[in-house]
């Protein structure tokens, strides 16, 4: 299994600014998954991070929202820019070991 | 967009019952994984089962997967409190693509 963490764990945030929050991993993976949950919904994929390369993003996300950084192989930090209440979710990152896909805990935005 | 639906949306049961909960896709996949989330933490995988496979055990957990008909069961025996959490299927549509699509959930309340 993979244990993986997220800072921060939860923030508050007022409109117009933006949060990064970062994700480490405890073994080197080539791919990282960003996923959103909004409230009271199901995940929904953001964006596919590779060690090396550009993101790939899911329709509907694009870059200029949700900046995207992969330095090395265990980490990775995703920007939500210029924020809006509609952003207040939990996001999440997630690798994929073997044929089965873990998640970090979250963390949870409030936007004001 | 989300290829997964679960049902019933919510379920709620006394403790000691069974709990099943369904979940239908509509793409080829290759794996379909469970997931539960405890008040809106982190996802904490169940099991994985493979196109190949029909049935998978784990402790009080049965999985089904019946790839005619694109669906998916999971059904937890002898329910206990702590089984209460929202519960997700989630499904890899592409070939090797491994990023996830996941259902819409079951709410999931046992009663003492």
């Known amino acids: 299994s993979a244990v993986i963490s997220q800072k921060p764990s939860r923030d508050i945030c007022q409109r117009g600014t933006s949060l990064t929050i970062q994700c480490q991993v405890d073994s080197q993976v080539t791919m990282m998954f960003w996923y959103r949950q909004q409230p009271g919904q199901s995940l929904t994929l953001i964006a596919t991070a590779n060690q090396g390369s550009e993101a790939t993003y899911e329709s509907g996300f694009v870059i200029d929202k949700f900046p995207i950084s992969r330095p090395n192989l265990t980490f990775s930090t995703l920007t939500v820019s210029n924020m809006s209440p509609e952003d207040s979710s939990i996001y999440l990152c997630s690798v994929n070991l073997g044929y089965t896909q873990y998640f970090g805990p979250g963390t949870r935005l409030t936007v004001l | 967009s989300q290829q997964g639906e679960e049902d019933p949306q919510a379920l709620s049961i006394q403790e000691g019952e069974n709990a099943t909960m369904n979940c239908s896709y509509k793409t080829s996949i290759n794996n379909l994984q469970w997931y539960r989330q405890n008040s809106g933490r982190g996802l904490v995988h169940l099991i994985l089962i493979r196109s190949n496979e029909r049935e998978k055990h784990s402790g009080r957990l049965r999985v089904t997967l019946d790839t005619s008909k694109k669906s998916s069961s999971l059904l937890i025996t002898a329910s206990r409190a702590a089984d209460t959490a929202s519960y997700f299927c989630?499904?890899?549509?592409?070939?090797?693509?491994?990023?996830?699509?996941f259902g819409q959930g079951t709410r999931l309340t046992i009663n003492p």
């Open positions: 989630a499904t890899d549509a592409a070939q090797g693509a491994q990023k996830l699509v």
